[in-house]
């Protein structure tokens, strides 16, 4: 590492090059006939046609800026969801708004808290701006909120808390989120990440809404990218109270959106059909993988989204390096997960059905191998 004494070239800031930077799941697999990308938690069933359609009337008249605001994008959000607005940031992807929070609301030498498994640009955001990350540790890969709430210093400003988290896939019961609310100082900022919202079927859930709409210090971020299947477009947005989302508009480069990610939003949420597919298929697939890898005697833990976490044994032979090795070579591309805390497991995203039942079907000649 070059010394940040060294006047030969231009350096980065304090702390810049203590931030390991994310690395996104593997793409491809060398070798492989057909490949079968599982490690991203995408639509095995892709987006809307109706998106398509949307996005080809686009590329007509790309020499024109988007709307700033993305007004259609966020009265289609709010129309859909029952809110307003006004109080509704969109931004290029999630991980973008969750990016502005934190530089908007941690200076150098604040604490900002989130969970041992929890999602890793957290801590890069942390870092990024200046300030310090405090990880949380977890109970049954679960958050756990009395160890949050005991985390808490006079120097914590912000709380990241992923529900659903990933790459776990569990959740906290809202009447738990409430806990964690009524415990912070009104001063401290929980920012709700519910990106894997929609694919929840558990009465006691939900993604934060209506204690955003009677707080003043929470904030829940969405996105188009799971549920939508618009990773690649990279739509996101946050519903918060007025003086957040005045700060973040602030904050935010002026055209942030793309005018194709605009009306791709816009079509997206006109599909409600499709959703539904989503959904069903998520919910059928998601029971069968987990029954079928815990028939194979490999524990899965139990996921409120559309991935499930696979555990691998302590043996050598059948380590989740070996596995993922494996699977490769055969056009599986699964998540490793060594980053999140967990070197003995491989995350899968539930996809097609010749995916789910092949990954079944080559882990189990694995494991016998």
Same mark, same amino acid.
């Given at each position: ?6 006047? $030969? ?17 593997? $793409? !491809?697999?060398?070798?492989?006939? *057909?490949?079968?990308?599982?490690? #991203? ?8 046609? *109706? ?8 590329? /007509? ?7 700033? #605001?993305?007004?259609?994008?966020? +009265?289609?959000? !709010? ?16 991980? +973008? ?20 498994? !929890? @999602? ?12 310090? =990350? ?27 808390? %992923? ?19 009524? /415990? ?35 904030? &829940?971020?969405?996105?188009? $990218? *799971? ?10 947005? &946050?519903? /918060? ?13 002026? @055209?942030?959106? #793309? ?8 079509? %997206? ?24 890898? %815990? ?17 691998? =044994? ?5 380590? %989740? ?6 699977? #490769? ?12 805390? @967990? ?7 539930? /996809? ?13 000649? @694995?494991?016998?191998?």
């Amino acid at each position: 590492m070059t010394k940040a004494t060294d006047l $030969s070239r231009p350096q980065p800031r304090a702390g810049v090059m203590d931030i390991e930077a994310y690395v996104p799941g593997k $793409s !491809g697999a060398h070798g492989a006939v *057909k490949v079968h990308k599982l490690s #991203s938690n995408e639509n095995p069933l892709g987006s809307s046609p *109706k998106v398509v359609e949307a996005v080809r009337e686009v590329a /007509g008249r790309l020499e024109f800026y988007p709307d700033g #605001s993305a007004t259609r994008l966020r +009265e289609s959000i !709010g129309e859909a969801h029952g809110l307003n607005p006004a109080n509704i940031v969109c931004s290029n992807g999630s991980d +973008e708004v969750l990016g502005l929070l934190a530089q908007t609301y941690l200076s150098p030498g604040d604490e900002a808290i989130f969970t041992e498994h !929890g @999602f890793l640009v957290y801590k890069i955001y942390i870092q990024a701006a200046g300030a310090v =990350p405090v990880s949380v540790r977890e109970t049954e890969e679960r958050a756990n909120v009395d160890a949050i709430l005991a985390a808490v210093t006079q120097k914590t400003k912000v709380v990241f808390l %992923a529900n659903p988290n990933n790459p776990t896939g569990t959740y906290l019961p809202f009447e738990e989120i409430r806990r964690l609310h009524a /415990g912070l100082p009104k001063h401290v900022l929980l920012v709700l990440d519910a990106a894997y919202a929609e694919y929840v079927r558990r009465n006691d859930y939900e993604a934060g809404v209506e204690l955003v709409g009677n707080a003043q210090n929470v904030v &829940m971020t969405r996105t188009f $990218s *799971k549920i939508h299947g618009l990773g690649g477009m990279r739509i996101g947005w &946050m519903y /918060g109270p007025g003086h957040v989302v005045d700060a973040i508009n602030r904050m935010r480069g002026p @055209f942030n959106v #793309s005018a194709a990610a605009i009306e791709a939003g816009v079509a %997206a949420l006109k599909d409600r059909a499709h959703v539904d597919r989503t959904i069903a298929h998520n919910e059928q697939w998601l029971a069968w993988l987990s029954q079928e890898l %815990a028939a194979l005697g490999l524990r899965v833990t139990p996921s409120v989204g559309n991935f499930v976490l696979i555990h691998f =044994p302590a043996d050598p032979r059948h380590s %989740a390096e070996k596995a993922d090795a494996w699977l #490769s070579e055969r056009g599986y591309i699964l998540r490793r997960v060594a980053a999140y805390g @967990f070197p003995d497991a491989l995350r899968m995203t539930v /996809g097609t059905e010749e995916a789910n039942r092949g990954v079944v079907a080559a882990l189990a000649a @694995f494991l016998k191998s």
